[in-house]
């Protein structure tokens, strides 16, 4: 079988200068995460749920993950479902149907409730290669990818370049060599189109289709990170030791370097069985020879020392094959990888995870740690991260983007709509806490009104009253002049022996003059006297009378009462 990895990934040198523009890249993505995230919110640019699906002949593996509040890592669901019923050999693209109903039923029982899902092909399904590649700006690049003439040249293909879906992520600019180092992986659209095909059957959306070395990768590069292994975050080297794939993974500085492990036919048979310890002995003999010069190579190479290999296996005697690794190469530890490890896990799941050998859950684990990159978060993370062999997945991500924008317009229509309410609530609150205040006192307020009400119709009723006499008063012309006239010249008309004892004056124009006189030539001079007078029209005698009871020897005296008609004055 030729080996379809050897020489495949040609390592940067590790004294390479940093990609041309780094420094501005990073600052110009933090600026657009910073803004994003304080606009649309971290979650919806760190990219959407997504659970991590493994397909494989004999179990459907199921994952998702999510941070809480104190950044760690949460496994909110996890599901393994067996097949039955699966033709013996068969595989997973060989029997659609099948493997689409298992995964329907597997959905239902794990309770997922994320559409999302990111899946894993086989390494043998995908062509992996770091090209090197005369320095090219991203705008060049793009064209000479554009123009098929880039992949051409670099990659030699047999098949049809349409026939594949190609990812492709520059992961070094090397100035000074005037060259830079491409990240190619490739699958044929057949195999992509199969395994989607099967996602959407089982009632899923696959957003994300990766490698199943880089998921390792990715589930590898989590638990340093969560260990806090500095030693392990710059160089760590998988072995994928099983019966579907055999593979040595060294990552060393972020990249992978991949060397395939050779085995027959009859070792399968073996590794199934495991009853002939001779054959036992010489299928580890054969595997552990490929592995140690896999790991001399890189260390003649790079000058760096591999302590120990991370183990990843689906086998269940897997412990007993170490132990005769660890016989053959001393030098060198073997160790199961647990990806879950550093994984919190809640008290319902973990009996679920309670496994001896839970190193064969890495690949799903690793597919959960996955978001949807919407907003090219992870653009400037390590190349394998970014990994998607999805054919449409610029128009899907194109989709989700005016997604997330429509959510984040409509979640600020809301919030406008909500804070209008809020103020008027605030206000019209405001209003009837400050009219309650005014209406302190209300009953007294009104029972003085309606006192000071009667109180002003009694005023108002005086008032009137004494502007109409007012009016009339207006209306009354004094005659006081006119009649100290009359009176002085009444006065002057007197004559001697005469006395009065009264003057009535009607009002308008007669005065009535009653008195004494000692005879009647007195009363007759003061009649022409009167007379005589201006402003008297008229004197005449109106009644003489003679006084009762006089004293004897008393001169007699008359009495007389004269009318007297005024002039019009």
């Known amino acids: 079988m030729k080996n379809p990895f050897a020489n495949l990934f040609k390592k940067k040198s590790v004294n390479a200068k940093p990609e041309v523009g780094d420094s501005e890249k990073k600052k110009k993505s933090g600026f657009f995460d910073k803004f994003l995230k304080n606009r649309i919110g971290k979650s919806a640019v760190k990219g959407e749920e997504i659970v991590g699906v493994e397909l494989t002949p004999t179990e459907i593996r199921l994952a998702q993950l999510s941070s809480n509040k104190s950044n760690q890592w949460v496994l909110d669901k996890f599901f393994v479902h067996p097949i039955q019923g699966m033709p013996e050999n068969g595989t997973v693209l060989e029997n659609p149907d099948k493997i689409g109903e298992e995964l329907q039923v597997a959905l239902q029982k794990s309770k997922v409730t994320t559409s999302n899902a990111a899946i894993a092909i086989p390494v043998t399904s995908a062509i992996i290669r770091v090209v090197t590649a005369p320095l090219m700006s991203d705008e060049e690049l793009k064209k000479a990818i554009d123009t098929d003439s880039l992949w051409e040249n670099l990659v030699q293909l047999t098949d049809n370049l349409n026939d594949y879906s190609i990812f492709h992520q ?86 992978p370097i991949i060397t395939d492990i050779f085995i027959r036919s009859q070792d399968r048979s073996t590794l199934q069985k495991s009853d002939n310890q001779e054959e036992m002995d010489a299928l580890v003999r054969r595997y552990i020879t490929q592995v140690k010069q896999a790991v001399q190579d890189f260390e003649t190479k790079y000058e760096k020392r591999i302590r120990n290999l991370r183990v990843v296996s689906n086998l269940e005697n897997v412990e007993t094959y170490l132990g005769s690794f660890r016989k053959n190469l001393s030098n060198t530890g073997f160790n199961l990888f647990d990806p879950i490890k550093e994984i919190k896990v809640p008290a319902q799941l973990e009996q679920t995870v309670k496994y001896e050998n839970r190193s064969y859950f890495s690949t799903v684990i690793g597919l959960a740690f996955r978001k949807l990159d919407v907003f090219g978060y992870y653009k400037f993370v390590t190349a394998v991260k970014n990994i998607n062999l999805l054919p449409n997945r610029e128009n899907m991500i194109a989709q989700k983007k005016a997604k997330a924008f429509s959510n984040f317009a409509f979640k600020g229509v809301i919030g406008v709509v909500s804070l209008i309410y809020i103020v008027l609530f605030g206000l019209s609150f405001w209003q009837i806490n400050t009219l309650n205040k005014k209406l302190v006192g209300y009953d007294d307020i009104v029972q003085t009104h309606e006192l000071r009400t009667i109180e002003k119709g009694v005023v108002e009723k005086e008032i009137k009253f004494i502007i109409k006499s007012l009016k009339i008063s207006k209306s009354i012309k004094s005659n006081k002049t006119a009649s100290f006239r009359v009176l002085a010249q009444i006065a002057s008309a007197v004559p001697k022996r005469v006395k009065f004892n009264s003057l009535e004056y009607n009002g308008s124009s007669q005065i009535i003059i009653q008195g004494s006189a000692y005879s009647d030539q007195d009363i007759l001079k003061l009649i022409s006297n009167l007379n005589n007078k201006k402003l008297i029209k008229q004197a005449s005698l109106a009644t003489m009378t003679l006084p009762d009871g006089q004293k004897a020897g008393a001169p007699t005296m008359k009495g007389f009462k004269i009318a007297c008609i005024l002039e019009n004055i």
């Open 170 to 255: 520059v992961i070094n600019r090397d100035k000074t060599g005037n060259t830079m180092d491409i990240l190619f992986v490739a699958s044929k659209l057949s195999d992509i189109n199969g395994y989607t095909s099967i996602i959407k059957k089982g009632g899923l959306n696959a957003v994300i289709i990766d490698v199943k070395c880089f998921a390792l990768k990715s589930a590898v590069d989590q638990m340093n990170q969560l260990s806090g292994s500095i030693e392990d975050s710059n160089l760590t080297a998988v072995l994928e030791f099983g019966l579907d794939e055999n593979y040595v993974m060294i990552l060393y500085e972020n990249n």
